[in-house]
């Protein structure tokens, strides 16, 4: 079992930048894979960025360039560093982690980012 609590979110004008933490508890092993995922309302959700824990990363094309994903294994915490942020971020940011070994998923309670225009 895995728990997973992320901080972070807030509001923020367009152009600034946030960053997302989450902190995994319970046993974790080294083919989990953690990310990001968001859903703003009336949207399914979706990928941001995942990281494995040798550091191999995916992003989302709306967000490459802009938002960085990093993980310190040491602690089980993933990170989401956030910058120039649109209008078309702001969402529910949801930290993940996927088991290697059996697929299943792992979810935070979720953290709100608004960005402002």
């Known amino acids: 079992q895995v728990q997973l609590v992320e901080s972070g979110g807030g509001l923020v004008q367009a152009g600034g930048s946030l960053r997302l933490s989450c902190a995994a508890s319970?046993?974790?092993?080294?083919?989990?894979?953690m990310g990001w995922y968001r859903q703003a309302p009336g949207k399914q959700r979706e990928l941001v960025a995942t990281?494995?824990?040798?550091?191999?990363?995916n992003y989302a094309d709306s967000v490459k360039g802009r938002f960085t994903i990093s993980r310190d294994n040491a602690k089980n915490t993933v990170y989401l560093q956030m910058l120039s942020l649109k209008p078309e971020d702001t969402a529910v940011y949801y930290c993940?982690?996927?088991?290697?070994?059996?697929?299943?998923?792992?979810w935070g309670q979720g953290t709100q980012v608004t960005v402002s225009s």
């Open positions: 993940n982690t996927k088991r290697g070994l059996t697929g299943k998923d792992y």
């Open positions: 990281i494995t824990t040798g550091g191999s990363t």
């Open positions: 319970g046993i974790m092993y080294s083919s989990d894979v």
